[in-house]
Nanobody
Framework: VQLQASGGGLVQAENSLRLSCAASGRAFRSYTMGWFRQAPGKEREFVAAIRRTSDSTYYADFVKGRFTISRDNAKNTVYLRMNSLKPEDTAVYYC???????????????????WGQGTEVTVSS
């Protein structure tokens, strides 16, 4: 599967952005989808994930209540709605797809096979 992330940009703090990740291939609905981010000089970190049927979502503590992950299997797309953005949210955001991802490994980047190219988000204070 190929993933194409979009929607990043430059925003002021407290504003919102919605990232999209479009996937190719019919198998999209079978994958657990995740969003990760990597800030300059830092390691890539988990942001959010959603199971195949959208019945379960998972978030990093630092985005709970501010970010929402969702998916539209008919459109082969996963979204990340980001509200109340903070300067520390500045990073390149990556979407990823994984199959057979177990709960204990959901937040590990190694659980995901396919990665998009990333979309840059810059939040100014």
């Amino acid at each position: 599967v190929q993933l194409q992330a979009s929607g990043g940009g430059l925003v002021q703090a407290e504003n919102s952005l919605r990232l999209s990740c479009a996937a190719s291939g019919r198998a999209f609905r079978s994958y657990t989808m995740g969003w990760f981010r990597q800030a300059p000089g830092k390691e890539r970190e988990f942001v959010a994930a959603i199971r195949r049927t959208s019945d379960s979502t998972y978030y990093a503590d630092f985005v709970k209540g501010r970010f929402t992950i969702s998916r539209d299997n008919a459109k082969n797309t996963v979204y990340l709605r980001m509200n109340s953005l903070k300067p520390e949210d500045t990073a390149v955001y990556y979407c990823a797809a994984g199959s057979g991802v177990i709960l204990s490994s959901l937040r590990e980047s190694t659980s995901y096979y396919y990665w998009g190219q990333g979309t840059e988000v810059t939040v100014s204070s």
